[in-house]
């Protein structure tokens, strides 16, 4: 067992001091050492982590210890939320120190400042299903420090409300808004910069990796030299999404109708529709 590991996850370490009837898990100190390893070394690791293991403590104690900036990507937004809530704070008290950390979600997780002046401008503020809703909006405004949906967690998830105020790309206008200084998602950016640990999810991180590669050049998220994937048997879904190629019939058809006329005016429309035909019919079939 390498030192440093021993010192926190060891039978008589750092975490054994700080929680009472704190048991010694050898898988936990097996995958910390391996995750320590990696990151020191370079490379990759995959590890298959059973229940039990204590496999986000095993990740993020060996990260937060290399100095680099961190990317934890999870594949849903209460893993998101348990690890910035309760195991950082954990952390915060075996490693001595603060942790600088931000939880970065997409932009319909936040609240939209200027959105909401608008609605309590407008004349839909006093349809009832709103305006019954509104004084909790504006309590929140109020009190949180980061517009995060997660928060209010008095409005159900699935309140219409939260639509007419909350962020998205069709409405952000960046720093022309008179809120920008002020706006939730500028202040967590600015927090990620500043951050040794980035928590985001799977669809931000592709998302931001489909820009970086893209025209913009440039992502969401700051910079990072490590990132660590939790929950990652749904990466695959998640980067479909935005790196697969998807063919339909409907699309399908539409290339051959195109490719027909092209081809006819140089005499080869025939053959070129008996390709396409079959990979149709083919389509057709499953």
Same mark, same amino acid.
């Given at each position: 067992?390498?030192?440093?590991?021993?010192?926190?996850?060891?039978?008589?370490?750092?975490?054994?001091?700080?929680?009472?009837?704190?048991?010694?898990?050898?898988?936990?100190?097996?995958?910390?050492?391996?995750? @320590?390893?990696?990151?020191?070394?370079?490379?990759?690791?995959?590890?298959?982590?059973?229940?039990?293991?204590?496999?986000?403590?095993?990740?993020?104690?060996?990260?937060?210890?290399?100095?680099?900036?961190?990317?934890?990507?999870?594949?849903?937004?209460?893993?998101?939320?348990?690890?910035?809530?309760?195991?950082?704070?954990?952390?915060? =008290?075996?490693?001595?120190?603060?942790?600088?950390?931000?939880?970065?979600?997409?932009?319909?997780?936040?609240?939209?400042? =200027?959105?909401?002046?608008?609605?309590?401008?407008?004349?839909?503020?006093?349809?009832?299903?709103?305006?019954?809703?509104?004084?909790?909006?504006?309590?929140?405004?109020?009190?949180?420090?980061?517009?995060?949906?997660?928060?209010?967690?008095?409005?159900?998830?699935?309140?219409?409300?939260?639509? @007419?105020?909350?962020?998205?790309?069709?409405?952000?206008?960046?720093?022309?808004?008179?809120?920008?200084?002020?706006?939730?998602?500028?202040?967590? =950016?600015?927090?990620?910069?500043?951050?040794?640990?980035?928590?985001?999810? @799977?669809?931000?991180?592709?998302?931001?990796?489909?820009?970086?590669?893209?025209?913009?050049?440039?992502?969401?998220?700051?910079?990072?030299?490590?990132?660590?994937?939790?929950?990652? @048997?749904?990466?695959?879904?998640?980067?479909?999404?935005?790196?697969?190629?998807?063919?339909?019939?409907?699309?399908?058809?539409?290339?051959?109708?195109?490719?027909? =006329?092209?081809?006819?005016?140089?005499?080869?429309?025939?053959?070129?529709?008996?390709?396409?035909?079959?990979?149709?019919?083919?389509?057709?079939?499953?």
């Amino acid at each position: 067992m390498s030192s440093i590991i021993e010192n926190f996850l060891g039978p008589n370490g750092r975490f054994s001091e700080l929680l009472e009837g704190y048991e010694h898990r050898e898988s936990q100190v097996a995958m910390a050492e391996a995750v @320590h390893d990696v990151l020191v070394r370079g490379g990759k690791l995959v590890v298959e982590a059973g229940t039990g293991t204590g496999k986000t403590m095993a990740y993020l104690l060996p990260a937060l210890l290399t100095g680099d900036r961190v990317i934890v990507s999870t594949g849903t937004r209460n893993l998101q939320d348990q690890i910035f809530e309760k195991d950082l704070p954990l952390l915060e =008290r075996a490693l001595g120190r603060p942790i600088r950390a931000t939880v970065m979600k997409g932009l319909t997780n936040y609240l939209c400042l =200027r959105r909401t002046d608008e609605l309590l401008k407008s004349a839909r503020a006093e349809e009832p299903a709103i305006k019954k809703k509104l004084p909790l909006i504006e309590r929140f405004m109020g009190e949180t420090q980061t517009g995060d949906r997660a928060e209010l967690r008095e409005l159900p998830e699935d309140d219409p409300v939260w639509g @007419h105020v909350a962020s998205s790309t069709e409405t952000r206008i960046g720093p022309r808004c008179s809120f920008h200084e002020d706006c939730y998602i500028t202040r967590m =950016r600015r927090r990620a910069e500043e951050s040794e640990l980035i928590i985001v999810n @799977h669809h931000l991180f592709f998302a931001d990796l489909a820009m970086r590669l893209g025209r913009a050049g440039t992502g969401i998220i700051p910079d990072y030299e490590t990132v660590i994937f939790d929950e990652a @048997h749904q990466i695959e879904d998640t980067a479909t999404l935005f790196f697969g190629v998807q063919v339909t019939r409907t699309r399908a058809e539409r290339l051959h109708r195109d490719a027909a =006329r092209a081809a006819e005016a140089k005499g080869g429309a025939l053959l070129v529709q008996s390709s396409l035909r079959t990979i149709l019919d083919d389509l057709k079939t499953k």
